[in-house]
């Protein structure tokens, strides 16, 4: 019987941890290095490949690690992203920089140094919403891809997160 306790007592500390990953704000280094805001040196190292493969969620931070003397951290419109616009900034950082991303949809990011935006150093962050959580499915296609009856979406991390809780259900339900 202890066995078995401590079996079903695991169990439940690791699904908890689990419930709180799911949930828990990140700080999220830019690039995964501290030198990683620079001119790119090819298309492939550039930071917007690096941001395509990773999930930003509401509440994460993301972290800037670079020489203040050299650079910043300007966080622009659309508009000024593309044309590399350095002028009126939303905000602009100096130093190492934290931003917070506190609601979903696109964060545009350039480079505070003449001539780097141009040269590659710039980010684009997409934000999940928080309905939209990442699930490791890839979208439906749209209805002008898809010939036939609609099908409703479906949320895998809700019915991974209603499966946790009944599990864990069963397993206090188990030790009484």
């Excluded at 994460?60 to 002028?87: F, G, H, I, P």
């Excluded at 949809?105 to 980010?123: N, T």
């Excluded at 699930?135 to 898809?146: Q, V």
Aim: one cysteine or more; proline letters at 5%; hydrophobic letters at 40%.
């Amino acid at each position: 019987m202890a066995c078995f306790q401590r079996v079903v007592t695991s169990s439940l500390l690791l699904m908890i941890t689990l419930l709180l990953g799911f949930s828990e704000a990140k700080e999220i280094l830019i690039g995964g290095k501290t030198d990683a805001w620079k001119i790119p040196s090819s298309e492939s190292d550039s930071l917007n490949n690096w941001a395509e493969s990773a999930r930003f969620r509401i509440g994460d931070s993301l972290v800037w690690k670079y020489d203040s003397q050299k650079d910043s951290v300007l966080q622009v419109t659309r508009e000024a992203y593309l044309s590399c616009n350095t002028s009126n900034p939303i905000e602009e950082h100096n130093g190492n920089t934290k931003v917070k991303l506190d609601r979903s949809g696109p964060f545009y990011f350039i480079s505070g140094a003449g001539g780097h935006c141009v040269k590659g150093q710039k980010l684009i962050v997409v934000v999940l919403s928080q309905r939209h959580r990442y699930t490791g499915i890839s979208p439906a296609p749209s209805p002008e891809e898809f010939e036939g009856p609609a099908v409703a979406p479906t949320s895998a991390a809700t019915s991974l997160k209603g499966s946790l809780v009944v599990s864990l259900g069963l397993m206090l339900w188990g030790l009484f």
